[in-house]
C-alpha cells in the first residue's frame, strides 16, 4: 500500500510511527515511549478544532433545494468519516458518499469519479466537482470530462505547475450560487 495511502486508511497507527521516527531521527533516544502520547494527543486537538465552513450547510442545502444531486468524495477510513460526516450533519445532504476504505480507491485515482458518477447516473459533462485541492478537486476531474471548482479560499495564486486551470475558481462556498 503506497505511504499516502496508508496515511489515510491507517491514520492512528502511521501517526504514532511518524511521531516515534521523528523523536528518533532528533537524536531523542530513549523517548519512544512518549510517542504515542504525542501522536494521540495531536489527533484529539485536532478532532476538537475541526469545524465545517459557516457557507458549507447554506450551500449545500441551496443546491439540495434545487434538486440537483450531490455526493460527497472523501478519503480516508470509513470509520474517521462517518464520525465528521454524522458530527457535522451531512448524512442526510447527499444523495451519495464515497469513502475510500469502502471504495477501496480514493482521489485523485479516476475511478472515484467514476464510480461516483454511475452511482449518481450523471455524464461527466453534466457534473462538477468543487474542492480545494488542484490536482485531487479540479485536474483528475477535469481529465474525466467533468467541470472542475475550485476552493481557493487562501487565495493562493494559480501555480504555473498545476497543469490545469480551473473552470471556476472562488474563494467562499458562497459564491457558488451566484456562479453557476
Not at 502520547?37 to 450547510?57: G, K, S, V
Request: hydrophobic share 45%; net charge negative.
Amino acid at each position: 500500500m503506497p505511504a499516502i495511502r496508508r496515511w489515510r486508511l491507517q491514520a492512528a497507527s502511521t501517526r504514532r510511527a511518524a511521531v516515534r521516527d521523528a523523536l528518533t531521527a532528533a537524536d531523542f533516544h530513549g523517548l519512544e515511549h512518549v510517542a504515542d502520547d504525542i501522536a494521540d494527543h495531536y489527533a484529539a486537538y485536532r478532532e476538537a478544532n475541526m469545524y465545517l465552513y459557516p457557507d458549507a450547510i447554506d450551500v449545500i442545502d441551496h443546491f439540495r433545494g434545487r434538486g440537483i444531486k450531490l455526493c460527497l468524495v472523501t478519503n480516508g477510513a470509513a470509520e474517521v468519516q462517518y464520525a465528521k460526516i454524522d458530527r457535522f450533519g451531512l448524512r442526510h445532504r447527499f444523495d451519495h458518499i464515497q469513502v475510500e476504505e469502502e471504495a477501496g480507491f480514493g482521489k485523485p485515482d479516476g475511478r472515484a469519479y467514476v464510480d461516483t458518477l454511475a452511482a449518481l447516473q450523471i455524464a461527466p459533462e453534466d457534473a462538477m466537482m468543487i474542492g480545494d485541492d488542484l490536482v485531487w478537486d479540479v485536474l483528475a476531474p477535469k481529465r474525466l470530462g467533468m467541470k472542475g471548482i475550485w476552493c481557493n479560499r487562501l487565495r493562493a495564486p494559480l501555480p504555473p505547475e498545476a497543469g490545469v486551470t480551473p473552470d471556476l475558481e472562488i474563494t467562499t462556498l458562497s459564491q457558488l450560487p451566484k456562479s453557476i
